[in-house]
């Protein structure tokens, strides 16, 4: 079982930047990939991207992309969302998870479903 802790949540103003961090413990050498999702109140849970541990490929939700940067430091066993450019519908709770049974790689990683691990969520929010 893998744990997860998402921190560096707060909040911001639109246009400023962030990053979130999601620091792994337990057995983090079968984690396949690590996700991020965010949930904004009222609304479903969302793809935000995600990264595999091997070789670091990257995938985004287009919503995000060209502003989300995710990346991972192996050592550290952590992975980060830098949030750029940050507008006012990105305020959410934002979730790593992770992948150790490579469920994502069947189903797709945009899939909820695809990963086991889940941490508590930070808050994010931007204002106007």
């Known amino acids: 079982q893998v744990q997860l802790v998402e921190s560096g949540g707060g909040l911001v103003q639109a246009g400023d930047s962030l990053r979130l961090s999601c620091a792994a413990s337990g057995r983090t050498l079968s984690t396949y990939a690590t996700g991020w999702f965010r949930q904004a109140p009222g609304k479903e849970r969302e793809f935000v991207g995600r990264?595999?541990?091997?070789?670091?490929?990257?995938y985004y939700a287009d919503s995000v992309k060209g502003r989300f940067t995710i990346s991972r430091d192996i050592a550290k066993n952590t992975v980060y969302l830098q949030m750029d450019s940050l507008k006012p519908e990105d305020t959410a709770v934002y979730y790593c998870?992770?992948?150790?049974?490579?469920?994502?790689?069947?189903?797709?990683?945009?899939?909820?479903?695809?990963?086991?691990?889940w941490g508590q969520g930070t808050q994010v929010t931007v204002s106007s």
């Open positions: 990264i595999r541990w091997s070789g670091g490929s990257t």
């Open positions: 998870a992770a992948d150790t049974k490579k469920r994502t790689s069947l189903i797709g990683s945009a899939s909820g479903n695809g990963y086991d691990s």
